[in-house]
């Protein structure tokens, strides 16, 4: 099953450090192929840090994520949770 969905981002750094971090972890934590990139342009693979980052997005950019597998749906609402989430609110379980 193929979910997709489109979020604005909150922190004040964009998809970067922390939440970038916590991001790429979220999707590596779930069994679903997860690509993310702007609307209007090409998706990379969610799993890479490096290609995560590249992406360029920032606070008040929008983001469209495309999930593909068992848990598509539950790791878009956690993506979706960290990019909503100020960065000094987010909770990341770095242990």
């Known amino acids: 099953m193929t979910v997709e969905r489109t979020v604005t981002i909150v922190p004040e750094a964009g998809l970067h450090a922390r939440p970038a971090s916590a991001f790429v972890q979220a999707v590596n934590d779930h069994e679903a192929e997860v690509s993310a990139g702007r609307p209007d ?7 890479s840090m490096i290609a995560v980052t590249s992406l360029g997005v920032g606070q008040g950019d929008d983001i469209k994520l495309v999930a593909d597998g068992p848990d598509a749906e539950a790791v878009l609402d956690e993506l979706e949770r960290i990019l909503t989430t100020p960065e000094g609110e987010l909770d990341t379980d770095d242990g």
């Open 41 to 47: 342009g090409d998706l990379v693979q969610a799993a």
